[in-house]
T-cell receptor, first 113, second 115 residues
């Protein structure tokens, strides 16, 4: 079962920072937080992941709270092409040496011109 | 480098038929996973393979099966198709042993419609 809680939808003005929150209050010490996004009818696109430290790459920044119970994905300058469903995932051990991704419903981000 | 490639991209099958979907992982990736995404929902895990061995299985009936070949490509087979099997089938690959810190990359998927 999904172990994260995200808002159903959010709007962001084009050119502004998009801050997408995620709660994962039951996260365990060795579980990573992953973010993917999915543009309509396409495969999920990897954005970023982290364990406890803040992370940044060319796409986004991931801010994880010190208690690791929540995180925020930041898209620094949102464009219309960032309109998508964003999934926050806690990647947990699922048995037999497998660490699968368990997707929830995600947040539908709409970037407004 | 090419990403995860899947074929076919779209297909239509009749109830009761069988279907085979194919996946080629990113070069150098040894782990392949399959996910099913029904319209309006997030992807659901079906199988994971690493070094040709099944490493995980989701809550899907035995009509679903998969295998991984020596070149790390993979096939997903679904027998006795039902209307509810209509979905986007996603293949994903990762480089190493599927530990939680190894990034998983997805292909664009195969759209299956069962009529």
């Amino acid at each position: 079962d999904a172990k994260t809680t995200q808002p159903t939808s959010m709007d962001c003005a084009e050119g502004r920072a998009a801050n997408l929150p995620c709660n994962h209050s039951t996260i365990s010490g060795n579980e990573y937080v992953y973010w993917y996004r999915q543009i309509h009818s396409q495969g999920p696109q990897y954005i970023i992941h982290g364990l406890k430290n803040n992370e940044t790459n060319e796409m986004a920044s991931l801010i994880i709270t010190e208690d690791r119970k929540s995180s925020t994905l930041i898209l620094p300058h949102a464009t219309l092409r960032d309109t998508a469903v964003y999934y926050c995932i806690v990647r947990a051990y699922s048995g037999a040496g497998s660490y699968q991704l368990t997707f929830g419903k995600g947040t539908k981000l709409s970037v407004i011109p | 480098d090419a990403g995860v490639t899947q074929s076919p991209t779209h297909l239509i099958k009749t109830r009761g038929q069988q279907v085979t979907l194919r996946c080629s992982p990113i070069s150098g990736h040894k782990s392949v996973s399959w996910y099913q995404q029904v319209l309006g929902q997030g992807p659901q895990f079906i199988f994971q393979y690493y070094e040709k061995e099944e490493r995980g299985r989701g809550n899907f009936p035995d009509r679903f099966s998969a295998r991984q070949f020596p070149n790390y490509s993979s096939e997903l087979n679904v027998n006795a198709l039902l209307l509810g099997d209509s979905a986007l089938y996603l293949c994903a690959s990762s480089r190493l042993d599927p530990t939680p810190g190894n990034t998983i990359y997805f292909g664009e998927g195969s759209w299956l419609t069962v009529v």
